[in-house]
């Protein structure tokens, strides 16, 4: 499918209430064919993520977008979630503060490659807190992280609409996968979710010391 079935679903319910029955109709006329249970698992965990809000209308559950994701849709295709005012990149940022300038690059790029599943871009890099000095001084070295070539990263830059990649700007990935890298990438992800989920009666109200040095 060419676009995430979510985002579609996003799409179709803006400014409407459809039952999953509506849903399935609309988008089998665009060419989307999900199961049923496929299609009712998407809805139902966006409720639970209070992405969509769900009506009891017997015998159909009807779902629509909450007024404040409403509002925050001002083009087709262009869905914001109300937590978007807190940057992805400002988390990262926050968390990767705490690890040491050997391993913060590593892990930069591994996590941007993992979550977005492509190469890491130089200005992401940036957003999240490492310079081009820090960076040019790693790569004198051997190192984990290695340069991707420019011929294959034409399509990564399409891809990216949020933010503005320029021409010519270059991108990494890992070359060399470690534990201490993946573990630390662990607990950086799990901050993100933190910030994504409400997650209020579920943590511990003595926190645990975080395993990020």
Known sequence: MEKKLNIKLLELLEGR???ISGLSRELKAEGINEHRLVLTGYLRALRDLKILEEIGVPPSKMYHLPEKINESLPQKGKVMRTSDS???YSIFKT???KINLEL???VGVYIVSRLFERPCFR????LIG???KHLDQYLEKPSLVCEVSDAHLRKARAD???IEIPTGNPAYEIKEH???VTRLANEVFASLIKHSINLEGLLAKSKQTTLIP
């Not at 200005?123 to 940036?126: A, F, G, Y």
């Open 17 to 19: 209430q459809l039952s």
């Open 86 to 88: 807190e940057d992805v």
């Open 95 to 97: 968390q990767l503060l």
């Open 104 to 106: 913060r690059i590593p």
């Open 123 to 126: 200005k992401e890099l940036k």
């Open 130 to 132: 490492i310079t081009q």
């Open 160 to 162: 990216i609409t949020k």
């Open 178 to 180: 470690r534990e201490d």
